[in-house]
Structures are given as C-alpha cells and as structure tokens.
C-alpha cells in the first residue's frame, strides 16, 4: 500500500527484454530496505529482484506491460519513485495500491498561474470512480480531482508537485498510469451484492 506522495525521481539505466518478460533497471536515490520489497515505479507496485550500487532492479511481467505504460520505458526515462507505506505513517495522500487500473492519455495542458492545469482522458467504464474533489493516482501521483470532463478529469499541479514529480513534463498525448480511488471499487462491489432494493 502506498500513498501517492512521491519520494524521489529515478532514471531507467535499461529496459532489456527478457523471456516474455522486461528486466527494468533504474538508478534509484532510495533504499528499498531489501531483496523482495515493494517500490512503486510511476504507481506501479514492482518486486525489487535486486540492489546495490544505488540501482534497483524489477522485473516486468505480462500483467504489467499489457496494462500500464512501463512497457514503453527506455534508458533515459524519468519515474516517480515511492515505497510502501509503513503502520503507523502518515496517510498525507490517499490510499493507492499500486494496481493500475488503465492507462490514460494527456489530453490539454495550461499554465495557471504558478500552477499548471491538465485534462486527462480516461476509459468511459471507469469514468463512474471519479467525482469532483476525490482522490486519483497519475503516474503514482496523489492528486485532486478538480473537474470531472466528458471524457476524463481536470488536474491542477502546484509548484512542489511540477518539482518533485514527472508529471509536469508529459506533453499532450503522453500516456499515464491512472488507479482510481480502491474504496470506490469496494463499495460499489458490496452493494452489488444486495441486488436492488424496492
């Protein structure tokens, strides 16, 4: 479980296919703590297969490539980095998994000030999870939702955020990992269970 706060940008040092399968390697300023971790890579929950020398590695699988945009990554590439929350932190973002649900596209950016303003296209079907003023991960950003669109969301990153994060150098129609808030998804998923009600 994590919560949506990145903690630092890493850089890919290579993205080597391996066996239906991509070895990602990234220099990485944390400390995952150890072999078998978890570390969120662009909001995507990835198993640390190795360490040291300020590089980490993880290994993509199928589920991953075929879901999120970490398939596209090259040597080179920026990603937000952050570790699981731990009992007892604070909960500063919201609750993100680390489970893309889709991946979304850049649909308009605009400069707002010092902040700058995106639009994001979504998947209609999951259009439902999203509501003015709730919580959603981009790229393993917790963010506000400030407007719901026709066709996806509108954004706005503060100064820290443009800083801190990649999120400010996606171009119109780059594509971005998006996990819809989970508590959405469960009570939707219990109240289907009742069935309709006279």
Known sequence: ??????????????????????ALTLECPLDPGE??????????????????GGRVSATLGHETLSCTTLGAL??????????????????????????VDAVGHVGARRDAGEALDLEIA?????????????????DGISLTINAVTADGFAISLIPHTQ?????ARKAVGAAVNLEVDPIAKYVERMLA??????
């Open 74 to 99: 090259r040597a080179g590439d920026r990603v937000n980095l952050e570790r699981p929350l731990r009992l007892g932190d604070r909960l500063g973002g919201h609750m993100v998994s680390g489970h």
């Open 35 to 52: 072999i078998g971790a978890s570390l969120a890579v662009d909001g995507v929950c990835l198993t640390v297969t190795s360490m040291g």
């Open 163 to 167: 800083e801190m994060t990649t999120l």
């Open 1 to 22: 479980m994590f919560t949506g706060l990145v903690e630092a940008i890493g850089t890919v040092v290579e993205a080597k296919p391996a066996d239906q399968a991509v």
């Open 193 to 198: 269970a009742w069935g309709p009600r006279g």
């Open 122 to 138: 979504m998947r209609s079907e999951l259009l439902r999870y999203v509501i003015e003023k709730g919580s959603i991960a981009v």
